[in-house]
């Protein structure tokens, strides 16, 4: 089946020590979306990409990074992870002008921070 | 600034037709109103989506009035499968959603 998936499901990393997440899909969608979820919130929409396209939300702090190699994979970057960071980090794709625009999102990475 | 607002939580009994009604002050013209369901460790779903007036797929309704400033998710008798959190949220354009807070609905048997 087509999907996004999120390796790994669950990480843990030290107070500043740098961290990626991956995300890959096989549904061949042009745009892929990083989102953060801190407990019991809503998901929060870090950047996206448009092809090579990257996109910043105004308020993603500067800690956060992303790299998008080719149409199948997206990573994201944590330089310098806060206890404040913790968080499940949601990746999505989606496909514009092909009917309903909606968002297909992987399982997420809980990240934990000590 | 836009702002979208739905209850905390809801409970409903097995069977039952369950309403989510959320609120979208300053809705922007261009923007579409869309909900999305969330289980536990698992990434949000896309439910349903519209503009205005009401929408139906096999899952789910939406109601929108003419003057867009709410939007009401309905799901018709629902399973202990449907307890979840749903968030209504704004599309604005193709890429930026925004979500609501979520509503937690916990459906009792």
Known sequence: ?114 | LAKTTQPISMDSYEGQEVNITCSHNNIATNDYITWYQQFPSQGPRFIIQGYKTKVTNEVASLFIPADRKSSTLSLPRVSLSDTAVYYCGRRAGSYQLTFGKGTKLSVIP
């Open chain 1, 1 to 114: 089946d087509a999907m996004v998936i999120q390796n790994p499901r669950y990480q843990v990393t030290q107070f500043g020590k740098p961290v990626t997440l991956s995300c890959s899909q096989t549904l061949n969608h042009n745009v892929m979306y990083w989102y953060q979820q801190k407990s019991s919130q809503a998901p929060k929409l870090l950047f996206h990409y448009y092809d090579k396209d990257f996109n910043n939300e105004a308020d993603t702090p500067d800690n956060f990074q992303s790299r998008r190699p080719n149409t199948s994979f997206c990573f994201l970057d944590i330089r310098s992870p806060g206890l404040g960071d913790a968080a499940m980090y949601l990746c999505a794709t989606s496909s514009p002008g092909t009917g309903r625009n909606e968002q297909f999102f992987g399982p997420g990475t809980r990240l934990t921070v000590l």
